[in-house]
């Protein structure tokens, strides 16, 4: 199973970006989907997470005022619409995929992951 990260480049600080997470129909009508990012030399670590049928989502403290997660069910995607970008954001952002009951922060509670999308926020 692969699932699809997008969206990532440059950005200034202040500014915006959405990533989109592209999964198989069956992986995306089933699992939770969350956003995980990792920066250079610390370790992988949870943003968002979205219940399989969208009806809860779950967003880390340290980003919960600017970052908004949401599915678009037409296109098979899980966005994450970031806003108000500042340079600590600058890392590479996974999506995962997992099934079961409630939510999930840690990476090992994720089944399937995407390869990854780079984002790089300029002060």
């Known amino acids: 199973v692969q699932l699809q990260a997008s969206g990532g480049g440059l950005a200034q600080a202040g500014g915006s970006l959405r990533l989109s997470c592209a999964a198989p129909?069956?992986?995306?009508?089933?699992?939770?989907i969350g956003w995980f990012r990792q920066a250079p030399g610390k370790e992988r670590e949870f943003v968002a997470a979205?219940?399989?049928?969208?009806?809860?989502?779950y967003v880390a403290d340290s980003v919960k005022s600017r970052f908004t997660i949401s599915r678009d069910v037409a296109k098979i995607t899980v966005n994450l619409q970031m806003s108000s970008l500042e340079p600590e954001d600058t890392a590479v952002y996974y999506c995962?995929?997992?099934?079961?009951?409630?939510?999930?922060?840690?990476?090992?509670?994720?089944?399937?992951w995407g390869q990854g999308t780079l984002v790089t926020v300029s002060s």
């Open positions: 995962a995929a997992r099934y079961g009951s409630g939510y999930a922060t840690q990476p090992y509670d994720y089944d399937y």
């Open positions: 129909q069956r992986i995306f009508m089933s699992h939770h």
């Open positions: 979205i219940s399989w049928n969208g009806t809860n989502t």
